[in-house]
């Protein structure tokens, strides 16, 4: 329930988008959801990523893929985006700048 209840409330994902992708439930919410979503909001509050880009498609990703392409990429011009990503509350998520445009 506390998973539902970030992705429904949090990341304001419709429950149908969260039947389709099953398998995010499976992921870790404290090791991989929210510091990925931390991470995304650092950047998209920066604006050095799109507002609408897939949340599901982030979570999905491999970690090195994750770590190459929003953390190492980032990291010299915004040093947090590292805290972020280590999660463990370094930096609070405190939801993304707009809902994410998922299909």
Known sequence: MKMMGFFVNKLKMKPSIISKNPNLVQLSLEKQIIPRCSVLQLLMLKG????????????????????????????????????????????????????????
Do not use: C, H, R, W
């Open 48 to 103: 050095l990523i799109k507002e609408d880009t897939s949340i599901v498609y982030i979570l999905k990703m491999t970690e090195k893929e994750f770590m190459e392409k929003f953390v190492s990429k980032y990291q010299n011009e915004v040093p947090d985006v590292v805290k972020a990503n280590q999660g463990k509350g370094k930096i609070e998520f405190q939801g993304l700048p707009v809902a994410p445009m998922e299909t």
